[in-house]
């Protein structure tokens, strides 16, 4: 009688486990990974244009060097000639009170709808969606609807104000005394919506719990707003008053759809003067010198912002 050895299979060898650093480099390149889509995005869209404006600054760039390349560099002349330019501080202080005036009264008149809205009535939702309107609507369309209804002969707004007796025949747009303020008062109208948004959100997020706490302590509704609505608000009107900010500063197709800049430079600002030198003037130097300095006041309050948040994160 015969035996049958049994043989025992093979121990297949297992691949040692990879180790705390390699698996911290896996998932440091999977980070990567995700990242570098963005980072490519960034530097192709953003990146290379805002290089390549800094360098047109730099030099004398005219429609011919479209068609033989080149551009040669004139140094700080482009600079020089913008800042001695007496319209590049008119379009800047014109600038200046054109954004300080459209986000205080975008931020006052859509901080007090968001609050009346809060509250609940008839017809609410309704309501805030009439208000979107102004917000939805493109800003150039905004921009010639008001222009007809603030003109000086034909605009609804002045005969409105005829049929009341009052003054029926105000240069809204054709007085350099009144034609940044109605612009500025068309740019609220357009930022309204947008604050309003904002704000109701954010006042949709404060515990109700803390206004039940003031009532009992005898808080009266102002009280009640200032120590608590306020405070609890601070990070959103924080990011209310940023991106109003950018979106303010830059603004060019309303202006020139309501008064090209003028009458007589009165409404020009930074972004008017950035389209006028680079497409009415063809001198692309002057252009890109201004668009640098909307560039780097963008910059700096951004600045300004990220640190505020860092110091209010601490």
């Given at each position: 009688m015969t035996t049958s050895t049994v043989t025992a299979p093979a121990t297949v060898a297992q691949a040692p486990a990879p180790g705390p650093a390699r698996l911290r480099g896996r998932r440091?390149?999977?980070q990567w990974g995700f990242v570098a889509p963005a980072v490519v995005f960034m530097l192709l869209f953003f990146g290379y244009p805002l290089v390549r404006n800094v360098v047109m600054s730099f030099q004398h760039y005219t429609p011919k060097t479209?068609?033989?390349?080149?551009?040669?560099?004139?140094?700080?002349?482009n600079w020089s000639n913008v800042f001695r330019d007496a319209l590049f501080g008119k379009a800047l202080?014109?600038?200046?009170v054109f954004t300080a005036g459209s986000l205080l009264?975008?931020?006052?008149?859509?901080?007090?709808?968001?609050?009346?809205f809060s509250r609940r009535f008839p017809l609410n939702g309704v309501l805030r969606s009439l208000i979107l309107l102004p917000w939805l609507v493109p800003m150039v369309v905004s921009g010639i609807v008001w222009r007809r209804i603030l003109d000086q002969d034909t605009g609804v707004l002045n005969s409105f104000l005829g049929t009341l007796g009052l003054d029926g025949s105000t240069p809204w747009l054709t007085d350099p005394h009144m034609a940044l303020l109605s612009v500025i008062l068309v740019n609220i109208w357009i930022g309204i919506p947008f604050n309003m948004v904002i704000l109701y959100g954010g006042l949709q997020e404060i515990p109700r719990e803390l206004y039940e706490a003031a009532s009992l302590d005898g808080a009266s509704a102002w009280r009640t707003f200032r120590s608590v609505t306020l405070p609890m608000l601070r990070p959103v009107i924080t990011v209310v008053l940023v991106l109003g900010f950018m979106s303010t500063?830059?603004?060019?197709?309303l202006i020139l759809a309501l008064t090209d800049g003028g009458p007589a430079d009165a409404t020009q600002t930074l972004g008017t003067l950035?389209?006028?030198?680079?497409?009415?003037q063809l001198d692309f130097g002057a252009g890109a010198v201004v668009g640098n300095v909307l560039i780097l006041i963008s910059a700096v309050f951004a600045?300004?912002?990220l640190r505020a948040n860092r110091t209010e994160g601490k």
């Open positions: 440091r390149l999977a479209f068609f033989t390349g080149e551009a040669p560099f004139n140094g700080s002349d202080w014109h600038t200046l009264g975008q931020f006052c008149a859509g901080l007090a709808l968001a609050v009346f500063v830059k603004i060019l197709d950035t389209y006028q030198n680079s497409f009415v600045v300004f912002y």
